[in-house]
């Protein structure tokens, strides 16, 4: 059964950074989409970026343009999500996620408080 654990949370100041972190387990990154999303109290879940199988990326929002990048390190079947210049309206349970086919894994999700 697969599963994937984020880590990397916690509570920043505004304009600091965080590098979230996606480990896979029971079964190998390298063939699947991910993508991260996170949600705000009260919203509705939203994309934040994705990386396909061969490293193309997306954003799904463009407010974080130019402040989140997505990378994967396949040899340790990890995604991450550098996130720089937060503001407090990047506060949210951030949450990766792994598709293929009819493949689909959710992570738990990780609290990011971005504070002053």
């Known amino acids: 059964q697969g599963q994937l654990v984020e880590s990397g949370g916690g509570l920043v100041q505004p304009g600091g950074s965080l590098r979230l972190s996606c480990a896979a387990s029971?079964?190998?990154?390298?063939?699947?989409?991910m993508a991260w999303f996170r949600q705000a109290p009260g919203k509705e879940r939203e994309g934040v970026l994705s990386?396909?199988?061969?490293?193309?990326?997306?954003y799904l929002s463009q407010s974080m343009k130019g402040r989140f990048t997505i990378s994967r390190d396949n040899a340790k079947n990890t995604m991450y999500l550098q996130m720089n210049s937060l503001k407090p309206d990047d506060t949210a349970v951030y949450y990766c996620?792994?598709?293929?086919?009819?493949?689909?894994?959710w992570g738990q999700g990780t609290q990011v408080t971005v504070s002053s």
């Open positions: 990386i396909s199988s061969s490293g193309g990326i997306s």
């Open positions: 029971g079964f190998t990154l390298d063939s699947y989409s």
């Open positions: 996620a792994a598709h293929r086919g009819p493949n689909n894994y």
